[in-house]
């Protein structure tokens, strides 16, 4: 992630490559012996590099989760999306699996926003395999072919998508907290799937634990636009409307709310959805680029500082 913002994107890369120049500077200049000089330098750069990487994956993350809040606390996905294209655009240096990060997060965006044809282009621009990629991503590329695959009535493909998931899951080397989230994610795509099916045993207590449990606005939307599914299907009308209503006055400007939308209209009770408020997105703030911007600075100056001084130290002796 730390590539998907220009920000930390220009502060890795002048961290790094000054870190580079001063494992090389000072293996020289401490060292007489060429193994010396190497060991120092390959050391150097190898600590260097957890440690930057390190202060910056934090920075960039802490923003993306800032930025991540306009879709699940506001569910404005068309400004998620916008803010992910732009960034797909311009496609600079990335890690291999920031792209994936990048391209999978682009292309469940298009889901979202019931635009199936672009999420399955999107899929496909990810160069590479999914064996290539971490865990995670492993799984997120599986999921959003399912939903794409679901979306299109293609109930084989959604099952060959979750039995790829699924192995992925299988994987011994999860973290424990971090697999029980892709666990539940998982038993959404079951229940997706068998409702596609017609089976809809038990779904409804599914869906309910899971409206409870959302911390997110987003994730309630999508908890009641599942249950109001259910109730269709049980002929539960009151039921049905309340979910219904629910996710049209809080799904932002998602497919869902569309499709809720719909729902209400066709039972006879529309409602009238909220105005979103389009706000300009600010990921780095103009003070917070000064600091960032004045901290590289001062530490350019500091470390060309060093390298003279080692210079001139080692040239009088």
């Known amino acids: 992630m730390i590539t998907l913002f220009r920000e930390t994107r220009i502060g890795y890369w002048i961290m790094a490559w000054l870190g580079y120049i001063l494992a090389f500077v000072l293996g020289v200049l401490l060292f007489t012996s060429i193994v010396g000089t190497v060991v120092f330098t390959v050391l150097f750069v190898l600590l260097w590099s957890v440690l930057n990487g390190a202060v910056f994956a934090i920075i960039s993350s802490k923003k993306f989760a800032k930025f991540r809040k306009i879709w699940t606390d506001e569910c404005d996905v068309e400004t998620f999306v916008k803010v992910l294209e732009e960034v797909a655009s311009v496609r600079p240096v990335r890690f291999r699996n920031e792209e994936a990060f990048l391209f ?16 399955s282009a999107t899929l496909e621009r990810i160069e590479s395999t999914p064996n290539d990629m971490n865990l995670t991503n492993r799984f997120y590329y599986y999921q959003n072919w399912f939903i794409c695959n679901l979306r299109a009535g293609d109930t084989l493909a959604a099952e060959a998508s979750l039995k790829k ?17 892709h666990m539940e994610n998982f038993a959404n795509m079951q229940c997706r799937l068998r409702m596609k099916q017609g089976d809809f045993d038990g779904c409804e207590a599914f869906f309910l634990q899971e ?14 636009f599942e249950l109001g599914k259910v109730y269709l299907h049980e ?19 998602s497919i869902h709310q569309k499709w809720a939308m719909e729902q209400l209209e066709a039972v006879g009770k529309p409602v009238q959805a909220p105005q979103m408020q389009k706000e300009q997105v600010v990921i780095f703030a103009t003070k917070e680029k000064a600091v960032l911007y004045s901290a590289l600075s001062a530490f350019v100056t500091l470390s ?7 210079i ?6």
């Open 165 to 181: 998931a699924q192995e992925v899951l299988e994987q011994s080397k999860w973290r424990e907290k971090q697999k029980k989230a």
């Open 312 to 317: 001139r130290s080692g040239s009088l002796g």
């Open 235 to 253: 002929n539960r009308t009151k039921e049905a409307q309340e979910a219904f209503t629910y996710v049209a006055l809080h799904g932002g400007n």
């Open 304 to 310: 060309a500082m060093l390298i003279l001084i080692l």
């Open 211 to 224: 409206k409870e449990a959302a911390q997110s606005k987003w994730g309630k939307v999508i908890a009641n």
């Open 104 to 119: 999978l997060g682009l292309s469940y965006g298009y889901l979202t926003l019931g635009k199936e044809a672009e999420a």
